[in-house]
């Protein structure tokens, strides 16, 4: 995956002794050219670890080693996940998607987005279930359509980052190849 880098001045470098155990799912309300610009003013105190555009373009403003700023605030949490009296930003890791709560998602922006939480999963050893995908609203009530109006939105990336298992007779099919290759070497 081309992942394009754009430095956000706005984390705490570490994790406070924290280890990534989710991946929270945001809408920028805006554009990838303007969030890279938000991102990158200190004055907006926010960021978030990607951004993932229309296009399927990935942008990375903090490294996953360090604690973006993208769902700090609190209210009303339904995660089940939270731990109480301790900032979410230190882990979780924060992806912002480009468009408004209202948007259809592009394929190529859904695609890029269960690519990178693939990889982030497997990086971290997280699950990929939603006990551990979860949407900003999740955490902070105050944003109820973030990443979207429509929360199905958060199941079909879920869905889409999981690891797919090739059906029975494709297995089937890969077992019989592989006894008849080893039939030839032993010369039966």
């Known amino acids: 995956m081309n992942i394009v880098q754009k430095k956000s001045p706005n984390f705490w470098a570490g994790r406070k002794g924290y280890r990534p155990e989710g991946v929270v799912i945001h809408i920028m309300d805006g554009t990838l050219v303007g969030t890279d610009s938000w991102f990158a003013n200190p004055a907006s105190q926010v960021s978030a670890h990607y951004g993932v555009g229309r296009t399927g373009e990935v942008h990375q403003y903090v490294k996953e080693e360090d604690t973006a700023w993208h769902a700090g605030r609190v209210d009303a949490p339904v995660w089940k996940l939270i731990k ?85 007779s494709q297995v089937e099919e890969g077992v019989k190849k592989i006894e008849e290759g080893l039939k030839i070497l032993k010369g039966i």
């Open 84 to 168: 109480p009296n301790i900032n979410p930003n230190l882990y979780t890791i924060g992806i912002e998607h480009e468009g408004k709560p209202d948007d259809v998602w592009t394929d190529a922006m859904k695609q890029a987005s269960a690519a990178l939480i693939r990889e982030i999963c497997q990086r971290w050893q997280i699950p990929i279930d939603r006990g551990h995908i979860v949407g900003h609203f999740e955490i902070f009530s105050k944003k109820p359509n973030c990443p979207a109006r429509d929360k199905k939105i958060i199941d079909e990336l879920v869905a889409m980052a999981s690891p797919q298992t090739p059906p029975p």
